[in-house]
């Protein structure tokens, strides 16, 4: 678990309402970070469905829509029968997409997190903790950039009319 990221999610409430926007970018960017690793083209255009609502070219209907496919996909992926991790990175990565998708931005981090090291290391390096650092550090500055440009405008003050 990313405890850092967890820090910083809570302190933004990233799971309000009010926090949508902020959290679907940022479940953008940890899926796209993985996009390499899905092996189902219908998946991919799932994610590509989310980036097109994040660029405000789809609605929220098509955006549950690729939610719920995207889900069905992934609960169906078949997975890997090897030890070295390849279909495990690809079943990771496709769970990832399907939290995005429904806005679930800290279980969409934590998918494509171990989609990253199953990719990368196989599935030993799953059991390593420091395996992990690289992606959550890179996770937490994401959402640090995204939260400086997403962040909700402090309420103006209007001074009183001056008689």
Same mark, same amino acid.
């Given at each position: 678990?990313?405890?850092?990221?967890t820090?910083?999610?809570?302190?933004?409430?990233?799971d309000?309402?009010?926090s949508?926007?902020?959290?679907?970018?940022?479940?953008?960017?940890?899926?796209?970070?993985?996009?390499h690793?899905?092996?189902?083209?219908?998946?991919?255009?799932?994610?590509?469905?989310?980036?097109?609502?994040?660029?405000?070219?789809?609605?929220?209907?098509?955006?549950?829509?690729?939610?719920?496919?995207?889900?069905r996909?992934s609960?169906?992926?078949?997975?890997?029968?090897?030890?070295?991790? *390849?279909?495990? +990175? #690809? @079943?990771?990565? =496709?769970? /990832?997409? %399907?939290?995005?998708?429904?806005?679930? $931005?800290? !279980?969409?981090?934590?998918? *494509?997190?171990? +989609? #990253? @090291?199953?990719a =990368?290391? /196989?599935? %030993?390096?799953?059991?390593?903790?420091? $395996?992990? !650092?690289?992606?959550?550090?890179?996770?937490?500055?994401?959402?640090?950039a995204?939260?400086?440009?997403?962040?909700?405008?402090?309420?103006?003050?209007?001074?009183?009319?001056?008689s």
């Amino acid at each position: 678990m990313n405890e850092a990221l967890t820090r910083l999610a809570t302190s933004l409430r990233l799971d309000a309402p009010e926090s949508r926007p902020l959290a679907l970018v940022f479940c953008l960017a940890c899926a796209r970070r993985v996009e390499h690793l899905l092996e189902e083209p219908e998946v991919v255009a799932c994610l590509h469905v989310l980036a097109s609502h994040v660029d405000g070219q789809v609605d929220a209907g098509a955006l549950q829509a690729a939610a719920d496919e995207a889900a069905r996909l992934s609960n169906r992926h078949r997975g890997s029968r090897s030890i070295d991790g *390849c279909g495990h +990175a #690809a @079943v990771s990565a =496709s769970y /990832g997409v %399907a939290k995005a998708l429904g806005g679930k $931005a800290m !279980e969409a981090a934590q998918y *494509c997190a171990y +989609a #990253a @090291v199953y990719a =990368s290391g /196989g599935y %030993a390096a799953v059991a390593e903790r420091d $395996a992990f !650092e690289p992606e959550y550090n890179w996770q937490l500055q994401q959402l640090q950039a995204l939260a400086s440009r997403y962040a909700a405008p402090e309420p103006v003050s209007v001074p009183a009319p001056v008689s």
